[in-house]
């Protein structure tokens, strides 16, 4: 069985990313940062009983990616989803009301991705076909690009970035590195007046996910399969 390595696991697209996933025969490892509240993981766990390992990990805790990186160091992850994040509300037009959050928004959003994929290098470069796939969004798109939400779109147009960079440099290693827009979902982040559903996202994601190849790393996605611009 192929091996997911899952940040955010707890709720929204994480928690749907983890039941499609284990409905799909993976084996996953599912981070939380706080497992005893998240009772939905829990159950979905409970449900798969040996294929869904959770782990506690705040992605902002460089002690806590390490140790969980070496926990699975010996273990090939197939895909790792950097899916954890954080929207740190809705900067208005010339105005940003905290630069403590905005700072906390790109330490979350850009820094810890690239901190958990380079800590579990290790594992994916056991898997044959290893695949790194960093949900992003759309708002980090420069080309794409209004006003506003000036934490959030930064954060984003960061990891897309770094990601960018990391999918070049590991090539040659032969792996997948890629990033995604999951839509304007449903989701306590997005909000009830989004979109699509979560389960609309997700298997879109997942489409996107299982189709990638070496071909496509390094490059942005729509969770409907169709490149963005960067």
């Not at 707890?10 to 940062?33: C, F, H, P, Q, S």
């Not at 890629?178 to 997942?206: C, F, N, Y």
């Amino acid at each position: 069985m192929p091996t997911l390595f899952l940040s955010g696991a707890n709720r929204g697209i994480g928690l749907e990313l983890a039941k499609v996933y284990a409905a799909d025969g993976w084996t996953i490892i599912a981070t939380a940062r706080a497992p005893e509240t998240a009772t939905a993981l829990t159950a979905l766990a409970a449900e798969y009983q040996g294929r869904i390992t959770i782990e506690r990990l705040d992605v902002n805790d460089d002690a806590a990616v390490d140790a969980v990186a070496a926990k699975h160091a010996g273990h090939a992850i197939d895909l790792l989803i950097n899916n954890a994040g954080i929207s740190g509300g809705n900067d208005p037009a010339l105005a940003i009301g905290d630069f403590n959050s905005f700072r906390r928004v790109l330490a979350t959003n850009a820094v810890a991705p690239m901190k958990v994929t380079l800590a579990l290098l290790p594992a994916l470069k056991l898997a044959s076909n290893p695949k790194i796939f960093t949900i992003s969004s759309r708002l980090g798109s420069i080309g794409l690009s209004n006003g506003g939400k000036y934490a959030y779109r930064a954060s984003k147009a960061a990891v897309n970035a770094a990601m960018h960079a990391l999918a070049i440099d590991l090539k040659p290693l032969g792996i997948t590195c890629a990033v995604a827009h999951p839509g304007w979902v449903r989701t306590d982040m997005g909000g009830s007046g989004a979109d699509i559903s979560v389960q609309e996202s997700v298997a879109g994601l997942k489409q996107v996910a299982d189709k990638l190849t070496f071909a496509d790393t390094g490059k942005f996605f729509n969770y409907t399969g169709e490149e963005l611009a960067w």
